[in-house]
């Protein structure tokens, strides 16, 4: 019989496939009874798996070839965990104690050791509770695949149930054949969804507990639009959702129409769409109609599909490539913002208590100034090819903007004295994401050439509601209007202080912020490029008048659902009534 769970639904669409895991996190751990004349099998699955996460590790290894040093020793540590006596006997003795399943009892194993490491006061040693975390993730990888008959790449196409979609998962599956994503963590603007709409696929997140319980093989219907999950779907379930994907394709025909006409409202006001990106993968499917140019491009994301630090020359060659392709537009590179829930697996920082509060973006890269440094010249280099922007992430003080400045008029100054070619078109901006850096838009003005509001951190911090928490996830509501309110101010002040600013949080893709955003003064709107189209539809069907009459009233309200209600009738009666000619 049909079973439904509710769920968050992070990227619009609709898919039917059957459902198949990727890998399950720690804590969703399958726990069953084992009988007494299986114990010895369900040793001797442990050592099988426990072998085979050994070999997988070696081939890693070996594909890594003549990686640093530091490198490889991760994962001769992690080879020697996996096959280290003292793990495989405390598993097998919890097997025969408890009479439980391997995943369950390695389970237990690794919490133990990981809070035997966790109570010890040093990095070093802390550290060591990640790999052993690590490496019970492996095992269990290797165990659950065999338990679900999970046999990797077969050539359909299926549904995609995994803890958080992370860039590396690129590598793992082919995205030609996920026709939708299911997430045990996460909300709708964590990386993972940003990703899975980056990527135009369906996805719910926020599952939690209930991941690891869905039946791998079976059909699932993924319902995004509703924020819905049917297992186990009957015949005419199916047939319902069938005519709903045929009835969605035809609107999103009238939206593809218009991707290449012009970014402008009835009355003709001209509105920048520009493209959030986090590798050239999104820029091959772009046409060049659909925006004006990127104004994000996330550099931490190639910085985490790989196993090392990118050298100077090697970043030179990416950032060059993109800059390349975007014939004489501009191109925002965001240097690395890796920290809180971002983590570089070869980088790896102190655990903290707080890591959004934490070391991360240009706290860390100022700190760590090699890697900053490595960056800056790979990026000023590419302003050689076409007009670059770059950008500061989670900048809190305007110390950090003077010191990053220095740096920058630094290395401009040190190729040109080299002959090094430096762009003409080479400018410097800060992204707001703090609330009281906000405070400060003014003096921020001075200091640079534009500004980028990254509203999903800032709505965050404004609402003091964690993005990746599915728990307080119905809490993160960017139609709060405190939030709506504080975008309105920034946009005001950097309008008359003449400052390019442009919005590059999710809502500026989300078609119902549109009239508010425009309302407001947004002219300059960056997004997942997927959304670029219905954007522009948005735009196209209303004036600049009504929407600033729109956000009047709306300013006045004083709760999320009356705001949502408003737009949404507003929505409701300017969508497709008139539109640009
Ligand atoms: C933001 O915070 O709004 C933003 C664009 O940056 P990210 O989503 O990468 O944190
Ligand atoms: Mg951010």
């Known amino acids: 019989m049909v079973h439904e769970i509710s769920a968050i639904a992070a990227s619009p669409g609709i898919a039917i496939a059957p459902l198949r895991h990727l890998r399950l996190a720690g804590e969703f751990v399958p726990r069953y009874g084992i009988e007494d004349d299986e114990l010895d099998a369900e040793c001797e699955r442990f050592r099988v798996a426990c072998t085979k996460a050994a070999e997988a590790l070696e081939r890693l290894k070996e594909k890594l070839g003549e990686a640093a040093e530091s490198v490889l020793g991760i994962y001769d540590a992690h080879i020697a965990l996996v096959t280290d006596p003292r793990l495989q006997s405390d598993v097998e003795a919890g097997i025969r104690k408890e009479k439980i399943n391997a995943e369950a009892a390695l389970q237990a194993v690794v919490t133990g050791y990981e809070q035997i490491f966790r109570r010890i006061d040093s990095v070093t040693v802390r550290e060591r509770a990640a790999d052993v975390r690590d490496v019970g993730r492996q095992i269990t990888g290797m165990l659950l695949q065999r338990a679900q008959g999970n046999d990797g790449d077969d050539g359909l196409d299926f549904i995609l149930a995994v803890d958080e979609f992370l860039p590396s998962d690129l590598g793992k599956v082919d995205t030609k054949h996920v026709r939708g994503i299911v997430m045990g963590e996460g909300g709708r603007y964590s990386h993972g969804a940003i990703l899975a709409k980056s990527l135009g696929i369906p996805c719910v997140v926020g599952l939690e507990h209930e991941l690891a319980k869905l039946p791998a093989g079976g059909t699932v219907i993924l319902d995004a639009e509703r924020g819905r999950l049917l297992v186990d779907p009957d015949r005419e379930t199916i047939e319902r959702y069938e005519e709903r994907i045929e009835e969605s394709t035809a609107a999103e025909q009238r939206i593809f129409e218009v991707r290449l006409s012009q970014s402008v409202t009835i009355d003709g006001t001209p509105v920048t769409l520009l493209a959030n990106i986090e590798g050239t993968r999104e820029l091959d499917a772009l046409e060049p109609g659909m925006f004006k140019g990127v104004g994000l491009f996330r550099t931490e994301f190639a910085f985490m599909e790989r196993l090392m630090f990118p050298s100077e020359e090697e970043q030179f060659e990416l950032y060059s490539k993109i800059v390349e392709s975007m014939g004489g537009r501009n191109v925002t590179f965001r240097t690395l913002d890796i920290g809180g829930d971002k983590p570089l697996q070869y980088f790896r920082t102190p655990v903290e208590r707080n890591p959004v509060l934490g070391w991360r973006g240009i706290r860390l890269t100022l700190q760590w100034r090699d890697i900053f440094y490595t960056q800056m010249r790979a990026l000023i280099r590419a302003s050689s090819k076409g007009p670059v922007s770059i950008l500061l992430p989670m900048v809190t003080t305007l110390g950090e903007v003077r010191q990053a400045r220095e740096i920058l008029d630094k290395i401009v100054g040190d190729l040109r004295s080299d002959g090094v070619d430096v762009g003409s078109e080479l400018f410097f901006g800060v992204m707001i994401e703090v609330p009281s850096f906000a405070m400060m838009i003014d003096e921020v003005c001075d200091l640079v050439d534009f500004i980028s509001v990254g509203s999903n951190d800032l709505a965050q911090y404004l609402l003091a509601v964690d993005r990746d928490n599915p728990r307080v996830a ?43 955003l425009l309302g407001m003064g947004w002219r300059r709107l960056s997004m997942t490029p997927v959304f670029l189209p219905r954007v522009k539809l948005a735009l196209r069907s209303v004036t600049i008048d009504d929407c600033v009459d729109l956000w009047t009233e709306v300013r006045a309200m004083g709760d999320a659902e009356s705001v949502r209600d408003r737009v949404r009738n507003f929505v409701r009666t300017t969508n497709g009534a008139r539109e640009k000619a």
């Open 474 to 516: 119905g809490m993160y509501d960017p139609f709060h209007p405190g939030v709506l309110r504080f975008l309105a101010q920034i946009v005001e002040r950097t309008t008359v202080r003449d400052v390019p600013c442009s919005l590059c949080g999710e809502i500026a893709g989300e078609s119902e912020f549109v009239p508010l």
